[in-house]
């Protein structure tokens, strides 16, 4: 079956514009979350959703915003880019959120650099 | 929210057996233990997971001592493709917690 898809796979954008980033789940899947990856850094947790519902949000700017569609895929949008938001942003679905004992699935990322 | 301590970096030779140790000393009693591979520009993968005990799967051991309040990921006869950084992810199957994942640890195989 079809991993977690992430398109676009690379883009450049320059300060101050906004850029959408889109996360197809696995098929079933009903959880998205959303990390971002710096240089050097590990996994830091944007949001989650779950049957298009926000569950969780972590420690970003009001910049960073999310939401999910009744299909289960997720848009996450990062407005008045900034240097320090290049980073590799990744997804991941699962069956269900809030579950331990759930496996993440990733996707391959968006590679995002701000000149 | 059960926080994860893993060693930065590990070295290991070809063909040796590596044991990655992940502490935490705050686990809930409702928290899995998962480990996730990842590459360089690449999401995580799945490794395995865990409760207590033993799990052992094609690809790696994990061992939960009964206090639980740590694992350790063991990985037989490591060859250079094992070369990743390997994150421990401790959450509960209730509750709405954040998903937070510890820094890893960056594994290096040497020849």
């Known amino acids: 079956k079809a991993g977690v898809t992430q398109t676009p796979r690379y883009l450049i954008k320059t300060r101050g514009q906004q850029v959408t980033l889109s996360c197809s789940p696995i098929?079933?899947?009903?959880?998205v979350s959303w990390y971002q990856q710096t240089p050097g850094q590990g996994l830091q947790f944007l949001f989650e959703?779950?049957?298009?519902?926000?569950?969780n949000k972590g420690n970003f700017p009001g910049r960073f915003s999310g939401r999910q569609f009744s299909n289960s895929r997720s848009e996450m949008n990062v407005s008045t880019l900034e240097l320090g938001d290049s980073a590799l942003y990744l997804c991941a679905s699962s069956l269900l959120a809030s579950s331990g004992a759930n496996v993440l699935t990733f996707g391959a990322g968006s590679r995002l650099t701000v000149l | 929210l059960a926080k994860t301590t893993q060693p930065i970096s590990m070295d290991s030779y070809e063909g040796q057996e590596v044991n990655i140790t992940c502490s935490h000393n705050n686990i809930a009693t409702n928290d899995y233990i998962t480990w996730y591979q990842q590459f360089p520009s690449q999401g995580p993968r799945f490794i395995i997971q865990g409760y207590k005990t033993k799990v052992t799967n094609e690809v790696a051991s994990l061992f939960i001592p009964a206090d639980r309040k740590s694992s350790t990921l063991s990985l037989p006869r490591v060859s250079l493709s094992d070369t990743a950084v390997y994150y421990c992810l401790v959450r509960s199957n209730f509750g709405n917690e954040k998903l937070t994942f510890g820094t890893g640890t960056r594994l290096t195989i040497i020849p």
């Open positions: 959703y779950f049957s298009e519902t926000q569950r």
């Open positions: 098929s079933g899947h009903r959880s």
